[in-house]
């Protein structure tokens, strides 16, 4: 007997939805606003309400045996009488709410209701829908019983809807195992290092823990994770892989990785989610029925367009899901989230499993299915996790689309107003370097900026044809992410107010995201973190919320010579009071460091700081290249293209920016770099926050709020060298402090040849 999981959401949403896809911005709800509305209706009913009931139904209906479960929000048990409660928040008045205005909500508790009898042995249920107007602070509940034979019908007439999907779904999840089972790993044998990670990663899927990976270039981290996540999934020990990037690079690696093991006989739906902006073929990305043919009617012809997708393709990247969107007329990044509950492998940013306005609610909400994620360039995400939950907004943004509403909307104009004055109330409190901080949230505040917000949502619901509803729509956005964000603030927060640029902007500030990520993981039975520069571990053990879990550490050895590498320190003093006086000696430095035949990259701690040393340097007969501000896509490919293998280019960057890692010029398309600086992140308000945060809570806060993230960019760097066996190279460190406690403790271990440099001559060391 072959059976089918679900949840009730998922079944739900699959065979009831049906008409447009239109505007975002229903959803402002608060996740502290939705559980104090859930927690007052549920103490309503006193000692015989049960909240959060999981229930689980298991039904043979012809050719499949469905499991399918959810949460009902509450059970209402007294003697016989039995009420199946459903909390659904909203903003349209509750006069306009009536039985089934909703069909969607009364379907969820009616599969509920029917769960319940079965276990119960009840021959009629109460069904309720409460509805609780976040505006008026009203309720409407909606009571209707049904008999159990009301609600089988309508339930196995659902599974019918579904069934003949079902059935393809489970035909295909039982040929693709057998061919995973019989999967042989991709090469004849395995490089060093890369058959220990596989075992590694396996085992922690098996074991549903975490794994934290330091894995140098060259061991295959790519497949060595993605092939045992496989082996896992037809094993039974997880049923969907997240391979979550931070570039399209290591996305373009996990593609080529799965290919590869297709050709060898790999049967899998894996899907590479694209961003709206790149994956829209609307002339504008304007998601609503009004502006866009692939927006209207899409849910009327989606289910369409996943049969014949999933029945004729394996590899859904974005020209797969263009074609079929195209074909069938639907909205492709939504056809795409879709096929993603199909997918058994998911490429991804990291967005789309950790940041609060983006993550995949369908499946991180109410799932049934067991979930890995493998966190690829693991460094990436500390610095990124700060960013997606902090938020700011500015006063200038504020008063500028307050003044475009006219007299009609006056009341909107005047709420906006208020918060902009609230905002100008902090400039009295500013130091003399126009900054002011404070650890607490204004809750008063938060909530007269969710009335902000609903009054601006029923102005873009009803006014679409205003000349200026685009900028609304975007201050409107905007407002909405500082709220949500408001929903995380704790101890690990501090408000920040600046006055910069003839503006005040206000900015909740994430300093740890540890108690976040913490959270996020429980979405995920089991996590691999993996990068080339994970040092020190504790610290990624920590910031990502891991420190209290179970999870395992491995750290392996370059595969390569390391006598093909070669480092170099010349202590000189980049210290920001040391700079001008030494600026010249650097570049003297790195003019005969390059002055051999060969590409070098040259990367420096700011822009600043390259243009004082490029402008210095010899140009005579050398060919030098130099990164510009804001390159796009293309200007970056144009310049690695000059990197050939027979080119004598020395190229100036910035250290951490976009030609630090992801990239690769193998061969002698790289001869060596030179790194100038710790990489220590620029002396800012922030990091130095960061800092008092970590040595109030018993932590060196400089290291790691500088030292961590500056050492491990001085690795990536130095990481672009030695990309393959054959390749040989070098590395110019430039700076006192590589020789000195923490940071020579920072230096790769694999960066085994390692000479002081302290003369000019010294430098026939990379002869």
């Excluded at 501090?494 to 913490?518: A, N, Q, R």
């Excluded at 996020?520 to 920590?542: G, H, N």
């Excluded at 932590?699 to 054959?726: C, D, L």
């Amino acid at each position: 007997m072959e059976d089918f999981k679900l949840s009730v959401r998922g079944l739900i949403e699959f065979v009831m939805r049906s008409g447009d896809i239109d505007s975002s911005f229903t959803d402002t709800g608060r996740l502290r606003e939705g559980q104090k509305i859930h927690s007052k209706l549920q103490k309503e009913y006193g000692e015989f309400y049960e909240k959060e009931v999981y229930l689980k139904n298991e039904t043979f209906h012809k050719e499949l045996l469905f499991k399918v479960e959810g949460r009902a929000d509450g059970i209402y048990r007294k003697g016989n009488e039995v009420l199946i409660d459903e909390i659904k928040t909203t903003t349209r008045p509750l006069n306009q709410l009536e039985y089934n205005t909703n069909p969607l909500h009364w379907s969820q508790a009616k599969c509920y209701g029917y769960f319940y009898a079965i276990k119960e042995g009840l021959d009629n249920i109460d069904i309720q829908l409460t509805y609780y107007n976040v505006d008026e602070k009203d309720i409407k509940r909606i009571i209707k019983n049904f008999s159990f034979s009301q609600l089988e019908e309508f339930y196995l007439n659902l599974l019918d809807l579904y069934l003949d999907f079902s059935i393809m779904i489970v035909n295909f999840r039982k040929n693709r195992d057998e061919h995973i089972n019989s999967l042989p790993f991709p090469f004849p044998v395995y490089r060093k290092g890369q058959r220990e990670l596989a075992v590694a990663v396996y085992n922690v899927l098996k074991s549903e823990t975490r794994l934290f990976v330091e894995a140098p270039t060259g061991i295959g981290k790519t497949m060595s994770t993605v092939f045992p996540s496989i082996k896992a999934i037809g094993n039974k020990l997880t049923d969907k892989v997240f391979y979550l990037t931070a570039r399209t690079t290591t996305k373009n690696e996990a593609n080529k990785a799965v290919l590869r093991l297709m050709d060898r006989g790999l049967l899998l739906k894996t899907l590479t989610i694209t961003a709206k902006e790149k994956i829209c073929i609307n002339d504008e990305v304007k998601c609503n029925p009004k502006d866009c043919p692939f927006a209207k009617g899409h849910y009327d012809r989606v289910n369409d367009a996943i049969f014949d997708i999933y029945e004729n393709e394996d590899v859904l990247n974005m020209e797969t899901i263009v074609s079929y969107s195209k074909k069938h007329k639907v909205c492709p990044m939504e056809f795409q989230l879709d096929m993603a509950n199909f997918s058994d492998l998911i490429i991804c940013d990291y967005n789309y499993c950790f940041d609060p306005t983006v993550y995949l609610r369908r499946f991180f909400e109410g799932s049934v299915e067991k979930y890995t994620f493998l966190v690829d360039e693991a460094h990436n995400l500390v610095d990124r996790g700060r960013r997606m939950y902090s938020e700011e907004i500015s006063l200038n943004m504020i008063e500028e689309t307050a003044s475009l509403f006219d007299e009609k909307h006056h009341r909107i104009q005047k709420k906006m107003f208020e918060i902009a004055n609230y905002l100008k109330t902090y400039k009295s409190m500013l130091s003399d370097r126009g900054e002011y901080v404070e650890k607490n949230l204004d809750e008063d505040f938060i909530t007269k900026l969710n009335i902000t917000l609903r009054a601006i949502e029923r102005f873009l619901v009803e006014f679409k044809d205003a000349s200026y509803y685009d900028r609304v729509l975007e201050t409107y956005f905007e407002l909405r992410r500082f709220f949500k964000i408001s929903d995380y603030y704790s101890k690990n927060y501090v408000t920040v107010v600046k006055e910069e640029d003839l503006d005040i902007k206000m900015k909740f500030l994430c300093l740890d995201t540890s108690p976040i990520f913490k959270d996020i993981l429980k979405r995920a039975e089991s996590t691999v973190f993996f990068s080339a520069t994970l040092s020190p571990m504790d610290f990624y053990v920590d910031v990502f919320g891991c420190k209290t879990s179970t999870y395992y550490r491995l750290k392996l050895p370059s595969p390569f010579d390391p006598n093909n590498f070669k480092v170099g320190i010349a202590p000189i003093s980049t210290r920001y009071l040391d700079r001008i006086k030494n600026y010249d000696i650097i570049t003297k430095v790195l003019e005969k460091y390059t002055n051999r035949p060969g590409n070098y990259l040259l990367f420096f701690p700011s822009y600043k700081f390259m243009m004082e040393v490029f402008d210095r340097f010899n140009k005579k007969d050398r060919n030098l290249i130099l990164q510009e501000k804001g390159m796009t896509e293309m200007e970056r490919e144009a310049f690695l293209s000059r990197f050939t293998f027979d080119s004598n280019i020395t190229g100036f960057v910035v250290l951490g920016g976009v030609f630090s890692e992801g990239i690769d010029l193998a061969g002698s398309r790289l001869k060596g770099v030179g790194i100038v600086s710790v990489g220590l992140p620029g002396i800012s308000l922030e990091r130095d926050l960061i800092k008092k945060y970590y040595d109030e809570n018993d932590k060196i806060g400089f290291e790691y709020a500088y030292i961590y993230p500056g050492m491990n960019k001085v690795s990536q760097g130095g990481g672009r060298v030695i990309r393959t066996a054959q390749d040989i190279g070098d590395c110019l460190l430039i700076d006192d402090r590589f020789l000195k406690y923490p940071y020579k403790n920072l230096i790769p271990r694999h960066w085994k040849n390692i000479r002081i440099l302290e003369k000019p001559r010294d430098l026939n060391y990379f002869d």
